[in-house]
């Protein structure tokens, strides 16, 4: 069935450095979402794209939805202690009757 | 003040007890979930409800039960069937499938 894999499982960078995590999808999505979950938290909501080849920015970051919309990518410039937490991707298929979430990349910065 | 919540924070049973984790959502939303994630990994989607008086199975509801009563309210039973229970679970909720999904802070269960 319908997955969606996420590459790496673990990054860690020296704050400063730049990040990305990347979403792949076997079959086209609708919509592909972010979440972030600080450690011992739970997921919260950050972006969701809708369109193909569609960009969208919030501050530092910025996400990527792929012209064929199977891929999605997240990147953080320079990023910041308080950006260490684990990212998760998230989307579905046009039937509405699986949506899944991608495995996570856990990003650790070291000040 | 709006929002989703769950209780307990934390919860030990003994092993072979059944044992129902709260859910409840005022955010008027007609989609719920119930999620479970083990250490260093996704979630994994136990069961979901688009509606009142409905519900589906997600990829890993053997041992999971859940009812939808109220807009609400999504509770879910951790049966003694379930083979390894420990996990932290979290519920979400949506205005419909596939939106935005708001998540509630979790549970920690623990069987001992």
């Known amino acids: 069935g319908q997955q969606v894999m996420q590459i790496p499982q673990y990054q860690h960078v020296q704050e400063g450095e730049d990040f990305t995590t990347y979403c792949n999808s076997s079959?086209?999505?609708?919509?592909i979402q972010w979440y972030k979950q600080r450690p011992g938290g739970h997921p919260v909501f950050l972006i969701q794209?809708?369109?193909?080849?569609e960009v969208k920015k919030q501050k530092r970051l910025t996400f990527q939805f792929g012209e064929a919309k199977k891929n999605s990518s997240l990147h953080i410039t320079a990023t910041q202690t308080t950006d260490v937490g684990t990212y998760f991707c998230?989307?579905?298929?046009?039937?509405?009757?699986?949506?899944?979430f991608g495995s996570g990349t856990k990003l650790n910065v070291k000040p | 003040d709006g929002g989703i919540t769950q209780s307990p924070k934390y919860l030990f049973r003994k092993e072979g007890q059944n044992v129902t984790l709260s859910c409840e959502q005022n955010?008027?939303?007609?989609?719920m979930y119930w999620y479970r994630q083990d250490p260093g990994q996704g979630l994994r989607l136990i069961y979901y409800?688009?509606?009142?008086?409905?519900?589906q199975k997600g990829d890993i509801a053997e041992g999971y039960s859940v009812s939808r009563e109220k807009k609400e309210s999504f509770p879910l039973t951790v049966t003694s069937a379930q083979k390894n229970p420990t996990a932290f679970y979290l519920c979400?909720?949506?205005?419909?499938?596939?939106?935005?999904?708001?998540f509630g802070p979790g549970t920690r269960l623990t069987v001992l």
């Open positions: 979400a909720s949506s205005i419909v499938r596939e939106d935005t999904q708001y």
């Open positions: 079959t086209t999505l609708s919509n």
């Open positions: 794209l809708v369109k193909s080849g």
């Open positions: 998230a989307g579905g298929g046009y039937n509405f009757n699986k949506f899944y």
């Open positions: 955010l008027n939303h007609d989609a």
């Open positions: 409800s688009q509606i009142v008086n409905d519900f």
